[in-house]
């Protein structure tokens, strides 16, 4: 069941379909004696609508990998697309206008505005874009995430798990074509957590959303359709779906 | 701990700039201000110490006050001979000393910033402080030296042929034979100086057969003291002698104490406002800080450090960031002094300064100050810093404890913005004296600004939400973010807002005083004088009497007054303007606001014995009408005058109104400060004011001659460059506070570093960004103005309520305080460039790393 060799996608072979595609990808912290190489040479395909979670041990370059997939990191290699567009060569403001249109994010911290309310805070993607939300949409959305009673408290008036679902409805507001989270139950206790990935889990079901989530914790990772191993800032195993009892054996392997 | 400290003001250098920024301007405006007048007193010290260098007595008249009308009254030419009649003395001569203008082609000379046009007689080279530096000095009739700076200045030849001297019998054409130096200097302080001969000073200037000093020197061997002595002996009543020392010194004596009694206080009194408001930057700065460093406290505490410890660290980087703003604000006042000449000089008040000075009392004084101010800002922060618990060092998002006092502190400051008001109040209604009513009004109002900056954080938010109306409207989501940031911390925006508000409001203050100062003035002049014409010299000063000649006899004038208006004591009373008119042509020419039954019948009756007087004159001294009281001059000259009737007038015709010729009894000089004209009804009005305008340019070319409005316009220009010169030193607290903003807004950023992150990972555009930071800096700066505009209203009612009696009214400058509030958005703009920068510069990456 192992698959030892990193998959190596062909080069050659068409990238249409895929939600996120890097290619060869490096990244490189630091020169001389100082330098770490973070990435060394990654290249992975996200096809639309598939939830994977990357995993490894502390440093192995899991959330530089995901900060360059989503555009908010440049590498120092290597090519990557969002929803077909190569992002590597973007300019700040055309990233942005694409982080609009096609990116969510789940951040382990929550990172909601203390001073918004909650509704203000999910539907904010879509206000500072200045796009129009789609009531339907928003609706499905916070009833989701469970939070209609809640849409008018501040964040400092929400439980945790609660402040990562407004989060997590954030995220989704512009139907991106890839949702991005490090860590997003980081903080979370493990019934809040396991509320989070039914969450995450049903909104592809459902809404056919990509996921990428980067994870410590195995049973986070055994929610998704497919699971990657970083380790030095290589991917050393490439799995589908797996049970959180297989992935914490892959885990131990690396150590 | 010092390490600490040390490493804290690194780690926050941009931090520790902006903050030394409050300190070193504040401190800068008090070393300038004691820099300047110590060379403003070296300068004056040196013109008088050479004037008497040569020579060992003067004689003068005894004054009992010093006069602007008069400045140097005149005694018998005899007393020359007198003089030199003495035993002991070498050379006894006379000068006369008077004022005059130089006219060149069509042009009056002036003088530089209001400074005197002297024209003072030549004497004997060995008593002479002037040295010819081109040509020589006057030696006949009708020749004339001039000093090297006007020379200079006015691009003036020796032997020029189109020089003439305007006298008090008209403009004589007179011949420029050289260029001098007085003493040592080429300048006194931008006064124009023409030297004449002693017969020319005479004839010209109404002093035949007198002068208005008198030099001796001694023989050898006799002491200054010892011939003064002597010369004491023989002088006639009413004249004094002093040796040159004495003289010199009491002239500088005289200058040193107008400058330290009225310059040097009221520069630091905008030096004052500067550290005031620096103070609640350095304030809010460390609150701030001391807010964001609760996890450091937290973790220093659990290292045992104790509460001490922690003050420590917090007042020591202010101790620290204090002398270093200090000691740059010291040198920043070399900058501050020369800027202030240049102002004074900009706006008409040429002052003579010698070279730079840094006194020890400057240096004390600057670096005392600004330590005192900064350390005693960061108390009550520091304080707050001690009671951090060393668990904050542990807990996710440890807030500041509040202080033990927090829950008084809306009542404290609404106790001291309500004792400030009380203040106000009593300044103003106590009748207490000049100072002690400065010093109370002045307290009244820094409580009042401190009452409004601790109960500002109570209104931040309705007021943020009325100044982010527009704003959100206009800039959707932005203009929320930005508004929603500036009311997230009220007491933030509160104190970066009210350290605005102190400058807006002084400005607002100043503005809206000057305006009912204006309004009043005008309105005195369309009240009271009904004549078309005004005539005066633009220093205000006396023009020749021979002037009315010409007036007098224009076709189309039906009635003219010349009017002075001397100083003089009475008793009751203290100083008054003496104002005399002419009771025939008075009801003609004036409309009185008569008191009871007064009425224009009373000008015919005046006599030399008769006056009426202004209610405020009336109530302050408990005269009424059929009372006799008692007028003393400068000369010493006394008169006593019965009532006849009161009105009121406290702008034009304060004190007491009686006739030329009972002034002329007085030994009052002849010459009018300002004329009035009526012209004959149907006289063609334009016509009339052109002839005497040619006239008076031919003969009398110091005299202006306008219409009403011409001089009202006149005067409003005037108010408006003192206003000038009012905002240009209040700019400096302006300019702090801004600095204020920006420290607040770029801490702020520093704290929102993850938020910042988060917006731009989801899609803010720098652009949006940068807008979010500039919206915030808008509604924070607008707040401070609202504010600081309503305190002006506040203040410039209060006085002008407690002024009513001396007739200043209220005006509300509505376009004026439009501006004020333009620019306070123009301000928020400013302020926010380099934050929003910084802001924009954040990438959502490092955003998210972020701590
Ligand atoms: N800004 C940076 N400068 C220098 N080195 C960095 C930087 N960011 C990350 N690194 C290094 O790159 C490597 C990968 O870091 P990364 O943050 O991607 O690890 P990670 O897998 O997310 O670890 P963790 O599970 O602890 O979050 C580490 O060795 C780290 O020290
Ligand atoms: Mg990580």
């Known amino acids: 069941m192992t698959s030892p060799t990193p998959p190596s996608p062909d080069g050659a072979a068409p990238r249409d379909g895929l939600a996120v595609s890097a290619r060869d990808v490096t990244k490189r912290y630091g020169s001389g004696d100082a330098k770490v190489d973070a990435l060394r040479g990654v290249s992975v395909d996200f096809p639309r609508g598939q939830f994977a979670a990357v995993m490894g041990p502390s440093g192995s370059g899991k959330s530089t990998l995901m900060n360059i997939l989503a555009g908010l990191d440049t590498p120092t290699s290597g090519s990557v697309m969002i929803d077909g567009t190569e992002i590597t060569t973007l300019k700040d403001r055309q990233l942005t206008m694409l982080r609009r249109e096609k990116v969510g994010f789940v951040f382990q911290f929550f990172n909601l505005l203390p001073m918004l309310t909650a509704e203000e805070n999910l539907e904010l993607p879509m206000s500072i874009a200045g796009r129009k939300i789609d009531p339907e949409w928003e609706k499905e959305l916070v009833g989701a995430v469970g939070l209609d009673d809640r849409r008018r408290h501040r964040p400092s008036e929400l439980s945790g798990g609660q402040q990562q679902r407004v989060a997590l409805a954030r995220g989704l507001i512009s139907r991106p074509a890839v949702l991005f989270a490090d860590e997003p139950t980081g903080n979370l206790d493990s019934a809040t957590s396991e509320e989070m990935l039914r969450l995450l889990r049903r909104s592809v079901d459902e809404f056919g959303q990509t996921i990428v989530m980067v994870t410590h914790d195995g049973r986070a990772a055994a929610s998704a359709d497919r699971v990657l191993f970083l380790r030095d800032g290589e991917i050393v195993e490439d799995h589908g779906h797996l049970e959180a009892d297989a992935i914490y054996d892959v885990v131990k392997s690396l150590e | 701990m010092l390490r600490l400290i040390a490493r804290g003001i690194l780690a926050r250098k941009l931090r520790t700039a902006l903050t030394s920024v409050a300190i070193v301007l504040g401190v800068a405006m008090v070393a300038g201000t004691f820099i300047l007048t110590d060379q403003i007193n070296n300068a004056f010290d040196d013109i008088f110490e050479t004037g008497n260098s040569k020579i060992d007595a003067v004689v003068s008249r005894q004054t009992e006050f010093d006069s602007f009308e008069d400045p140097s009254p005149p005694m018998p030419e005899s007393v ?106 080429e300048s006194i302080g931008g006064a124009t100086v023409v030297l004449v001969t002693l017969g020319d000073a005479q004839r010209w200037f109404d002093r035949e057969g007198q002068v208005t000093n008198v030099f001796a ?437 304060t004190g007491i109104t009686v006739t030329g010729a009972a002034a002329d009894g007085l030994d009052i000089p002849g010459d009018p400060s300002v004329g009035v004209v009526l012209f004959d009804e149907g006289a063609d009005g334009d016509a009339v004011k052109q002839e005497i305008t040619d006239r008076m340019d031919a003969d009398f070319p110091t005299v202006q001659v ?76 607008v707040i401070g103005g609202v504010l600081g505009i309503g305190i002006g209203i506040l203040f410039a009612w209060v006085l002008a309520r407690g002024l009513e009696d001396q007739g200043i009214g209220f005006t509300l400058p509505v376009g004026t305080l439009v501006v004020f509030l333009v620019l306070a958005i123009v301000a928020g703009v400013l302020a926010a460039v380099l934050p929003a920068r910084r802001a924009a510069k954040l990438k959502p990456l490092d955003a998210l790393h972020f701590e």
């Open chain 2, 80 to 185: 020359v001979d007198d003089v030199a009649g003495v035993d002991g003395v070498a050379l006894s001569e006379g000068q006369v000393s008077t004022q005059g203008q130089l006219v060149v082609g069509d042009d009056v000379i002036s003088s530089q910033g209001g400074a005197p046009a002297i024209v003072v007689s030549n004497v004997s080279p060995e008593i002479n402080p002037s040295v010819a530096l081109e040509g020589r000095l006057p030696e006949n009739p009708g020749e004339v030296a001039v000093i090297k700076d006007v020379a200079d200045r006015e691009d003036l030849q020796v032997g020029q042929d189109d020089v003439a001297l305007a006298t008090a019998v008209g403009t004589r054409p007179v011949e420029l034979v050289g260029t001098f130096r007085y003493g040592d200097v």
């Open chain 2, 217 to 653: 020197t001694a023989d050898a061997g006799i002491s200054e003291n010892d011939l003064a002595n002597r010369i004491r002996a023989v002088l006639p009543a009413g004249l004094e002698v002093e040796t040159a020392a004495e003289n010199a010194q009491a002239q500088s004596d005289d200058i040193a104490g107008e400058i330290s009694g009225f310059l040097t206080p009221a520069l630091l009194a905008f030096a004052g406002v500067a550290l005031f408001v620096g103070a609640f930057i350095i304030f809010n700065t460390f609150s701030i800080t001391v807010a964001q460093r609760v996890r450091e406290f937290g973790m220093i505490r659990t290292l045992g450090a104790t509460r001490g410890q922690v003050m420590t660290s917090v007042v020591g980087e202010a101790l620290v960031i204090g002398v270093i703003a200090s000691v740059v604000g010291l040198l920043a006042g070399v900058g501050i002094a020369w800027g202030i000449l240049r102002l004074f000089d900009a706006i008409g008040f040429g002052l003579p300064a010698a070279g730079i000075e840094v006194r020890p009392r400057t240096i004390v004084a600057a670096l005392l100050v600004g330590v005192v101010v900064t350390v005693a800002a960061v108390v009550g922060p520091a304080l707050r810093a001690t009671r951090v618990p060393p668990i904050a060092a542990v807990q996710e998002g440890a807030t500041l404890p509040p202080g033990r006092f927090s829950r008084f502190t809306p009542y404290l400051a609404g106790l001291v913005l309500v004792v400030g008001l009380a203040l106000l109040v009593y300044g103003l209604a106590a009748g207490l004296g000049a100072t002690e009513a400065l010093q109370v009004l002045g307290l009244g109002a820094v409580l009042v600004f401190l009452g409004v900056g601790g109960l500002a954080r109570f209104i931040v938010r309705p007021l943020a939400r009325f100044i982010g109306a527009p704003i959100e409207a206009l800039a959707g989501t932005t203009g929320h973010l930005a508004r929603a940031n500036a009311t997230r911390n009220t007491a933030r925006t509160a104190a970066t807002a009210a350290a605005l508000m102190i400058g807006v409001g002084l400005v607002a203050f100043v503005a809206i005083f000057a305006a009912g100062l204006k309004d009043s003035f005008t309105g005195a002049i369309d009240r009271t004088l009904q004549g078309d014409l005004i005539l005066q010299t633009d220093t205000f000063s006396p023009f020749p009497a021979a002037a009315s000649g010409v007036v007098d006899s224009t076709e189309g004038v039906a009635a003219s007054q010349f009017l002075r208006f001397p100083e003089v004591r009475t008793e009751p009373g203290g100083s008054q303007f003496l104002n005399t008119i002419d009771p025939t042509t008075a009801a003609q020419v004036f409309d009185f606001d008569w008191q009871d039954d007064a009425s224009d019948a009373l000008f015919a009756q005046l006599g030399t014995d008769g006056a009426l007087i202004e209610t405020n004159l009336a109530d302050s001294a408990g005269l009424a009408t059929g009372d006799r009281f008692t007028v003393t001059t400068n000369r010493g000259e006394s008169a006593s005058f019965t009532v006849l009737g009161e009105y009121r007038d406290p702008v034009l015709f």
């Open chain 2, 706 to 781: 306008q219409s009403n409005a011409e001089f009202k316009e006149e005067f409003e220009g005037q108010i408006d460059q003192l206003l000038a010169l009012l905002y240009a030193l209040l700019a400096i607290s302006l300019i702090i506070s801004l600095f204020g903003i920006v420290n607040a807004l770029v801490l702020s950023i520093y704290e929102r570093t993850r938020e910042i992150g988060m917006l731009r990972a989801i899609g803010t555009t720098r652009r949006q960004m940068r807008a979010i930071v500039r919206y915030e800096s808008i509604i924070t700066a």
